[in-house]
């Protein structure tokens, strides 16, 4: 089994389908929408976040069930849920979050779950590690497991949501000392170091004991680095709708992949050939490629992809 551990919100989405424009609510989060995909890749995962005892927390909790996610470790709480109003520009999103006293942004260190023995590796990341209290949280619970289990990050960055850029990258830095494997965006990267070559930035991090740091670019694909291969893959052809959830879908098809090769484990991960890791990439992007071609987070269900 995955652990993912990080946010669940509720994605206001614009609909102009009455003349008028209003927002209409969907289940997301990057780490909520990161633990769908997988369940509907029929990976073995579970979630670990706060979730709201209101009816948009019934939401949440109906779609994770429907997607063959284990909702056993979520944490439940009498507050509101965190709202993302989401815009759209040529297809990108852009977002404005209310989260004031929520059921996610209160998680606390006393409620980290005691960890089942079918779990098999972690992912972390997402908008919360930007916020308090639930981003100590979430740094403590990885700091304890990383040393066992293969662990993942995404930290999926929304500047407007960071609180304190100084105390952000610090506990960023400490979290990607932390992973086996990174995912980020170019924007991701561009803000961590806007100076930086990718492959230079890549290459401090193998040093530093990360086995595989992959990239994505939108439209250009992805690039993975690891201690013996630059791979690279091209996005799967698709008409885009939007982008919502598709660098999810692509961290959930990259341990799915993984996962299909008996390799997710610390051995598997630490050792990577090339083929592995383009076989993963490819299978990633055509996931990604099936999400951006339908409105919103809705990721693909295995028997829509091709061999993992």
């Known amino acids: 089994m995955i652990l993912c551990c990080g946010e669940a919100l509720i994605d206001m989405l614009p609909d102009n389908s009455m003349g008028r424009l209003s927002f209409t609510p969907y289940p997301g989060g990057a780490v909520y929408n990161t633990a769908i995909a997988l369940g509907r890749l029929d990976v073995p995962v579970s979630l670990f976040s706060g979730i709201s005892t209101d009816f948009f927390g019934d939401l949440l909790r109906a779609q994770l069930g429907e997607s063959n996610v284990d909702t056993g470790l979520l944490h439940f709480a009498d507050r509101p849920t965190t709202l993302a109003f989401v815009t759209l520009k040529d297809g990108q999103a852009c977002y404005v979050f209310y989260d004031e006293n929520t059921a996610g942004r209160c998680l606390g260190v006393s409620d980290i779950p005691t960890v089942p023995a079918e779990v098999k ?114 996005p799967g052809q698709t008409t885009v709708a939007d982008t919502v959830g598709a660098g999810d879908t692509f961290n959930a098809g990259l341990l799915a992949s993984f996962q299909a090769q008996g390799l997710l484990t610390k051995t598997g991960i ?15 992007a055509e996931a990604a490629a099936i999400t951006v071609s339908r409105p919103g987070a809705n990721p693909p269900w295995r028997e829509e992809l091709s061999a993992a």
């Open 121 to 234: 590796a972690f992912f972390f990341g997402g908008i919360y590690l930007g916020q308090e209290p639930c981003g100590t949280t979430f740094e403590t619970f990885m700091g304890q497991v990383h040393g066992y289990f293969v662990t993942m990050l995404d930290p999926n960055i929304r500047t407007g949501f960071i609180a304190d850029e100084a105390a952000y990258r610090s506990r960023l830095d400490r979290m990607l000392g932390y992973a086996d494997i990174v995912k980020l965006s170019n924007e991701d990267l561009a803000w961590i170091d806007s100076d930086a070559e990718m492959a230079d930035w890549a290459q401090s991090w193998l040093n530093r004991d990360v086995s595989l740091i992959v990239v994505t670019r939108g439209d250009k694909g992805a690039v993975a680095f690891s201690r013996d291969a630059i791979v690279e893959v091209l």
């Open 270 to 284: 630490g050792d990577l050939s090339e083929d592995a890791i383009a076989r993963a990439l490819t299978f990633a």
